[in-house]
């Protein structure tokens, strides 16, 4: 991305003075990703604006932000829970009468580690009765995670984040000094690197897209470019998952939002044509 | 370790007793009014392991309402198998972070989910 050496130095300096943490060369994505958020809090353009203005004029407060944005919040397996307990209870018994094929697909839109996108395949390989199938993709922008998410392997530290244990000793296997995926998980999950922002290839549409936690990260055009490209793959009756903090009301008003327990999810509205702009 | 998991639950509010090994878990437990909701089990201890433990728990049916969590170093797959098959409701692998054990609690119905201290 467009972190520069100088910018990614500064912040591996100011991280490991502040947590012993060493951010070594290769996660200049994670840093850029991580402090979007924090940069736009504080009224910055990009990163890159961010950094250079603190540089010039140190705040410790700011520091603190930067190293909170960096050490915590690393991925959960079945992240918020809801949307996975949506999926079972509410999304397979209405999907599965219609589906004559008997196969599911699910995306999983901004996928980083993977764990998502595994954690949606485990769901299905409990959840959809006998003789079907489903197909789990993945993207992410970064290569490095699609890569990273590829090998199915994760240390200790994270399977130890959401994951049951009998969903461990299930679908998991020793690997070294950590884990990977079984192959009856994997052999049903692609992934693939993608920009969702630019215009997407060609693919098979959905029947459920989980783009959670990606849009915040966004400027309103950008979101709206997103929801477009993504709605356009999912299926008329399918259903758009998103992060918690996160909604189309106001800023595409192609999806309707409904309420599924504790959680909601979107599905394209009906009267409206794809892609149609909210006054928000 | 005893004392960071500790302070964990006693942040999220639990009010916490402790015990050496198995053998003088089980007998704390017998003078107690109130038996635990929740009980963390390191596997390797002297006189009764954690493993001995879980099973003895299971055993007794004053015991049958505390939720059984191992947190141990010990991260074959074998083991995790043998501690859930014995009755054990969570198994924390070493190390692990403070977000990650409220994960668990949560998972556990325990904690709210999206706690956080």
Same mark, same amino acid.
């Given at each position: 991305?467009?972190?520069?050496?100088?910018?990614?130095?500064?912040?591996?300096?100011?991280?490991?003075?502040?947590?012993?943490?060493?951010?070594?060369? $290769?996660?200049?994505?994670?840093?850029?990703?991580?402090?979007?958020?924090?940069?736009?809090?504080?009224?910055?353009?990009?990163?890159?604006? =961010?950094?250079?203005?603190?540089?010039?004029?140190?705040?410790?407060?700011?520091?603190?932000?930067?190293?909170?944005?960096?050490?915590?919040?690393?991925?959960?397996?079945?992240?918020?829970?809801?949307? =996975?307990?949506?999926?079972?209870?509410?999304?397979?018994?209405?999907?599965?009468?219609?589906?004559?094929?008997?196969?599911?697909?699910?995306?999983?839109?901004?996928?980083?580690? /993977?764990?998502? !996108?595994?954690?949606?395949?485990?769901? %299905?390989?409990? !959840?959809?009765?006998? /003789?079907?199938?489903?197909?789990?993709? /993945?993207?992410?922008?970064?290569?490095?995670?699609?890569?990273?998410? $590829?090998?199915?392997?994760?240390?200790?530290?994270?399977?130890?984040?959401?994951?049951?244990?009998?969903?461990?000793?299930? =679908?998991?296997?020793?690997?070294?000094?950590?884990?990977?995926?079984?192959?009856?998980?994997?052999?049903?999950?692609? =992934?693939?690197?993608?920009?969702?922002?630019?215009?997407?290839?060609? %693919?098979?549409?959905?029947?459920?897209?989980?783009?959670?936690?990606?849009?915040?990260?966004?400027?309103?055009?950008?979101?709206?470019?997103?929801?477009?490209?993504?709605?356009?793959?999912?299926?008329?009756?399918?259903?758009?998952?998103?992060?918690?903090?996160?909604?189309?009301?106001?800023?595409?008003?192609?999806?309707?939002?409904?309420?599924?327990?504790?959680?909601?999810?979107?599905?394209?509205?009906?009267?409206?044509?794809? $892609?149609?702009?909210?006054? /928000? | 370790?005893? &004392?960071?998991?500790?302070?964990?639950v006693?942040?999220l509010g639990f009010e916490v007793i402790?015990?050496?090994?198995?053998?003088?878990?089980?007998? &704390?437990l017998? #003078?107690v009014?109130e038996v635990p909701k929740l009980a963390l089990?390191?596997?390797?201890?002297?006189?009764?392991?954690?493993?001995?433990?879980?099973?003895?728990a299971?055993?007794?049916?004053r015991l049958r309402d505390m939720t059984l969590v191992?947190? #141990?170093?010990?991260?074959?797959?074998?083991?995790?198998?043998?501690?859930?098959?014995?009755?054990?409701h969570e198994?924390?692998?070493?190390?692990?972070?403070?977000?990650?054990?409220?994960?668990?609690l949560?998972?556990l119905g325990l904690v709210?989910?999206?706690?956080?201290?």
């Amino acid at each position: 991305m467009t972190l520069s050496a100088t910018d990614f130095a500064y912040v591996a300096g100011l991280v490991r003075r502040e947590s012993a943490i060493v951010l070594t060369p $290769g996660k200049e994505y994670l840093v850029e990703a991580r402090l979007l958020p924090v940069a736009r809090q504080a009224g910055a353009a990009s990163v890159a604006d =961010f950094l250079s203005g603190l540089q010039r004029r140190p705040d410790t407060t700011m520091h603190r932000s930067i190293v909170d944005a960096l050490t915590t919040n690393e991925t959960s397996w079945f992240r918020d829970r809801e949307p =996975f307990t949506a999926l079972t209870d509410v999304v397979l018994p209405e999907l599965l009468p219609t589906r004559t094929n008997r196969t599911l697909r699910i995306w999983s839109a901004a996928s980083s580690s /993977g764990q998502e !996108a595994y954690s949606l395949a485990m769901t %299905m390989q409990q !959840a959809l009765p006998a /003789g079907w199938q489903y197909q789990i993709m /993945g993207t992410d922008i970064s290569t490095e995670m699609i890569k990273r998410a $590829g090998t199915g392997e994760y240390s200790q530290v994270e399977v130890n984040r959401g994951l049951p244990a009998q969903l461990l000793v299930h =679908f998991f296997t020793r690997s070294g000094t950590g884990w990977r995926v079984n192959p009856a998980l994997r052999q049903n999950v692609t =992934f693939q690197q993608m920009n969702l922002a630019a215009p997407l290839p060609s %693919m098979a549409p959905f029947d459920v897209i989980f783009l959670r936690n990606i849009l915040i990260y966004f400027d309103v055009e950008t979101k709206r470019t997103v929801l477009r490209n993504v709605g356009r793959l999912l299926r008329p009756d399918g259903y758009l998952f998103l992060g918690a903090a996160e909604t189309t009301i106001g800023v595409d008003e192609s999806f309707e939002r409904v309420a599924m327990g504790r959680t909601s999810a979107y599905r394209p509205r009906v009267s409206v044509p794809a $892609g149609a702009v909210g006054k /928000g | 370790m005893r &004392l960071i998991l500790r302070r964990i639950v006693s942040q999220l509010g639990f009010e916490v007793i402790e015990a050496e090994d198995g053998k003088a878990a089980l007998d &704390l437990l017998g #003078t107690v009014d109130e038996v635990p909701k929740l009980a963390l089990i390191d596997w390797n201890m002297p006189n009764m392991n954690g493993l001995e433990f879980v099973i003895a728990a299971r055993d007794d049916a004053r015991l049958r309402d505390m939720t059984l969590v191992m947190v #141990t170093t010990e991260s074959e797959h074998g083991h995790i198998v043998r501690a859930l098959a014995a009755g054990a409701h969570e198994y924390v692998i070493k190390p692990f972070t403070t977000d990650a054990m409220i994960e668990k609690l949560a998972l556990l119905g325990l904690v709210p989910t999206g706690a956080n201290l």
